[in-house]
């Protein structure tokens, strides 16, 4: 079975910092990966997501991350943390042919102003 | 369009009593899901759908049913409340060949 560690279930950085939020998968496969983020007592919003080409993917809010199948990794980055980025990330693959998704445990991000 | 909705926003729940969390979804999807979250724990899988009539189980199925007669709903019940099943429960829906999953704004349930 497959399975994401998201490492650090709590992350804090400063306004205007690089935020780093990491995520390793493992799989026989590259699969397709996903990060959603949820604001407090809201669903999850998709961020961003890889299922084939370019392994450097943008998404909304200034969000991107990278896809290296070499290191089973698709970290998660944005260059300055604003305070509006205060919230709760969550990494998730989907294998090819199989709709169902296998989420991380998620971490917590904290902005400091 | 409206969405994934779910009702309701909150329940409290006596133990042993019985209750349905309602999903529904306006976007003709055929794939539905549920999901519960609980605190560092991410979001584990219920049960699922790949379409009207057709519904399987996920990781963590116990204490819980699903049914799906339409398209647009799809929801799940709780027979015998437990302290366990205390969980914010989230319901999600894409398409034929849409990688994206759409979330509903969850229901928050606790069970006393």
């Known amino acids: 079975a497959q399975s994401v560690t998201q490492l650090g279930s709590h992350v804090s950085v400063s306004e205007g910092a690089l935020v780093l939020l990491r995520c390793n998968y493992s799989?026989?496969?590259?699969?397709?990966l996903f990060w959603y983020v949820q604001y407090p007592n809201q669903g999850l919003q998709l961020l961003l997501k890889y299922t084939t080409g370019a392994t450097l993917v943008k998404g909304i809010n200034g969000f991107e991350a990278e896809f290296k199948k070499s290191e089973t990794s698709f970290h998660l980055t944005k260059p300055s943390a604003h305070m509006s980025d205060a919230a709760e990330y969550f990494c998730?693959?989907?294998?090819?042919?199989?709709?169902?998704?296998?989420f991380g445990t998620g971490t917590r991000l904290t902005i400091i102003p | 369009n409206a969405g994934v909705t779910q009702t309701p926003k909150f329940r409290i729940l006596k133990i042993g009593q019985s209750m349905t969390l309602q999903c529904t979804q306006d976007?003709?999807?055929?794939?539905m899901y549920w999901y519960r979250q609980d605190p560092g724990m991410g979001l584990k899988l219920i049960y699922y759908s790949v379409g009207a009539g057709i519904t399987d189980k996920g990781e963590v199925p116990n204490g819980y049913n699903v049914s799906r007669s339409t398209t647009e709903d799809f929801p799940l019940r709780l027979e015998l409340a437990a302290p366990s099943q205390t969980s914010v429960y989230f319901c999600?829906?894409?398409?034929?060949?849409?990688?994206?999953?759409?979330f509903g704004p969850g229901t928050r349930l606790t069970v006393l």
């Open positions: 999600a829906s894409n398409g034929q060949g849409n990688n994206e999953q759409f």
């Open positions: 998730a693959v989907r294998n090819f042919g199989n709709e169902k998704l296998t």
């Open positions: 976007m003709n999807h055929n794939y």
């Open positions: 799989s026989s496969v590259p699969p397709y």
